[in-house]
């Protein structure tokens, strides 16, 4: 679904392949509300056809019944335009919600009506999933109106709810409503600007369930009419909602009234475990590390937890080349959009393919001085490792062959021992576990190559050692990832 039209002070003004549910992403001031507004405005001017709703950021006052509140949204389009104006403070924001509420119950007991409702109630299918959202107060009905309390069933009162908790109740009152009032005779839109504002980030990924729930519960000629476009900057919040197959992801740039959204559940769900702890990262300061295969993936793990927290990188598993590149560019977008200072890296196989490699955005990408990252197992430290050399791994080899002739893999076996550069820029991705056994060990490879590289952090001189596990890695990438930055003298 695309929604294009032409506005009189931002020209064209489009939305393109726009899915049930739709993350806007984009640094502050790069004209997310300004867009979100400008929709508002222009789907208001054509009611007949839409049904919008606009929850500003700027969510002021209390959850309570206010009567002036009441008198002003029966105007048509008041609530509408004060929204707009993205300064609803003076306005009471949460009374407008309050009132929003009553009418999603409204029509909750009017549908209640024409069907088999026992076992059916606006608090046990609307109001308990919004105490779900909480963790220390419920919201009830309480005669004419709603009360809230505590986990001790005391009664407590809505000018003293924490802002997190306020704003909860608030927007998924709006939420409710929205879907509440939404039908298949128009299209439904609803526009929610960073709907994340003072909530932990644990209450924003429910949040975003919620929303997701809400969305599920539509008869389905009505879910084909509705869409809800979310500006947010919550690393939470859109993984909560981006991994969900009905979600899409669009970039808002400075110079552009446009958004092409594009489903991104699969690089989404790579990503989400780096993304959905944003405290525990934004503490521990660790970048995310894209790498070319889960060996690559296992690698890293290993020597992350070898160093002790000395390796602060987060890997990201692609599945090949092409899904990298795909990974590097979302996230390059996706991190400009929630960080002031974003870095990310990127480390691929070199293949047989020596070279610099640019970067993508803030995504620094390096390329390893070696075929794969199996090949660092023939390095001097690796072996090491193993309690012996490469004459030692030579001799033990050459054992070996004598005793398995015949076995599938003594040609590349015995390549690999003749070779005067270990075999730097080929494939030996069928021996290397065979290469640990030789030399007596059990150790998975990848725990041999992951502990050696945490033995390398800090290193203060790079060793000119061709066989060295620095240069295998690659000077820049050593430089980087393990903090590797002189060269030894000549």
């Known amino acids: 679904m695309d929604f294009t039209f032409t506005h009189y002070s931002h020209g064209l003004v489009s939305l393109v392949n726009c899915s049930p549910v739709n993350l806007i992403l984009g640094r502050n001031g790069a004209g997310k509300s300004t867009l979100l507004r400008t929709v508002d405005e222009f789907m208001n001017a054509q009611s007949a056809i839409y049904r919008v709703t606009y929850v500003t950021p700027e969510r002021s006052g209390s959850f309570v019944r206010d009567g002036n509140i009441d008198t002003n949204m029966g105007s048509a389009n008041w609530g509408s335009s004060v929204r707009r104006s993205n300064q609803a403070g003076g306005t009471s924001f949460k009374a ?216 602060r990188i987060f890997p990201v598993l692609a599945q090949s080349v092409n899904q990298q590149h795909d990974l590097e560019s979302f996230c390059d977008k996706m991190l400009r959009s929630i960080y002031d200072k974003p870095v990310a890296y990127s480390l691929r196989d070199a293949d047989g393919r020596l070279g610099d490699i640019e970067p993508v955005g803030c995504v620094q990408r390096f390329k390893l001085n070696c075929y794969a990252i199996e090949n660092m197992l023939l390095t001097s430290e690796c072996l090491q490792r193993l309690n012996t050399d490469w004459a030692g791994f030579v001799s033990a080899a050459h054992h070996w062959l004598t005793e398995n002739i015949g076995h599938k893999d003594t040609t590349l076996l015995q390549e690999l021992i003749n070779s005067a550069d270990r075999m730097q820029q080929k ?32 290193k203060a001189e790079i060793p000119k050692d061709q066989f060295s596990l620095l240069n295998f890695l690659g000077r820049p990438a050593a430089n980087i990832l393990l903090g590797c930055y002189q060269e030894s003298p000549a």
């Not at 919620?210 to 939470?236: G, I, M, Q, W």
């Not at 056994?437 to 150790?443: A, D, P, T």
Request: net charge negative.
């Open 96 to 311: 407008m919600s309050h009132y929003a509420l009553r009418n999603a119950e409204t029509a909750y007991l009017r549908k209640l009506q024409n069907i088999d409702a026992r076992g059916m109630s606006f608090q046990t299918n609307c109001l308990n999933p919004i105490s779900n959202l909480l963790s220390n107060i419920s919201i009830e009905q309480g005669g004419s109106d709603f009360i809230f309390k505590n986990l001790k069933d005391e009664r407590v009162d809505a000018i003293n709810l924490s802002s997190g908790e306020s704003e909860t109740v608030s927007l998924a009152a709006e939420v409710l409503y929205f879907f509440s009032s939404a039908t298949s005779d128009v299209t439904n839109v609803l526009l929610l600007d960073e709907p994340d504002v003072h909530q932990h980030p644990d209450l924003q990924a429910r949040f975003g369930q919620y929303l997701l729930d809400r969305l599920s519960e539509l008869p389905n000629a009505v879910k084909e009419k509705t869409y809800v476009f979310v500006a947010t900057h919550s690393n939470a919040l859109v993984c909560a909602l981006a991994v969900d197959d009905r979600t899409s992801i669009g970039n808002k740039e400075f110079d552009s009234s446009s958004i092409t959204f594009a489903s991104a559940s699969d690089e989404v769900k790579k990503v989400a475990p780096f993304f959905g702890h944003p405290l525990s990262l934004s503490l521990n300061r660790d970048a995310m590390l894209i790498v070319e295969g889960e060996d690559d993936e296992r690698v890293w793990q290993q020597a992350a937890r070898s160093s002790q927290g000395k390796i």
């Open 427 to 458: 494939k030996i991705k069928n021996v290397r576990q065979l290469i640990v056994g030789i030399l007596g060990s059990n150790k998975p490879w990848e725990a041999v190559v992951g502990q050696a590289m945490a033995a390398q952090i800090g």
